[in-house]
């Protein structure tokens, strides 16, 4: 059987490395295969009708993820809130869509001790941030702050928020230091885009959740360490949406998360290092 991801760009993606590791703790290397392929939203559906018997499913990265929610069959309650899907499973000929993000934010914040925020504010105004927003609901969050640089662009998490039954301010991101007096700050700008803010946030007394992997630690991870904040970095995110996929994609009872988990630090240390001995 195949599986893959697919995005622009997607040649970094770190889900080969992780399914990869699934398969062989599952002891179906032999028969499972998962790659990686480059896909821009206008090249979704002839990748899509090219997918024969033999595909079990997609991992879908951006930009693609509100296409995979448009080109499926059916779809979970987290894809419909959300308005986005980052999972397509192959089943009796259909297409059926999965937002594993919002479960994987879930378990990245209750597995570092902070899966319990009654307040919080989210960074950003995209498909992430709408599942952060998603996740929060679940974790039992009252509210949510969400901050871009145009607020009427995140006009999406709005009514996502809504969608998932938790109400969503939006506030422009200039005005971060007005909204930041809850238990979590999550971050789902891109790399670099909160350094900015990485003071002001870590000063707050909120925990930190900052989607990026790498390079970790990020900026704002980093101030809020040495502030003594519980901060979540985006790798276990990252571990327990694509554990999610293994399970959707396979029929696994459970993944293997912990051999996952290690074979995704050991690549991530390695991209390290090779980056550390290209700027020496």
Known sequence: MRAAVLGSPVEHSLSPVLHGAAYEALGIAGEWSYGRHECRED?????????GPEWAGLSL???LKKAALDAADAADDASREVGASNTLVFR?????????????????????GAGAPRTA???GGGATAASAVAALRRLGAASVTVLARDPARAE????AGERAGI??????????ERHIDVDLVASTLPSGAADPWADTVAASGAAVFDVVYSPWPTVLGRAAAEAGRTVVGGFPMLLHQAAAQVELMTGAERAPVERMRRAGE???????????????
């Open 43 to 51: 090249g979704l559906l002839p990748f899509l009708r090219g997918c």
């Open 61 to 63: 990265t951006m930009p």
């Open 92 to 112: 009796e000929g259909r297409r059926l869509a999965y937002n594993t993000d919002v479960y994987g934010i879930g378990e990245a914040l209750r597995e570092a």
């Open 121 to 123: 504010a989210v960074l």
């Open 156 to 159: 999406g998490v709005r009514l």
């Open 167 to 176: 109400a969503v301010e939006l506030a422009p991101l200039a005005e971060l």
């Open 266 to 280: 050991a690549e991530l240390a390695r991209r390290a290092e090779k980056a550390a001995a290209e700027r020496a």
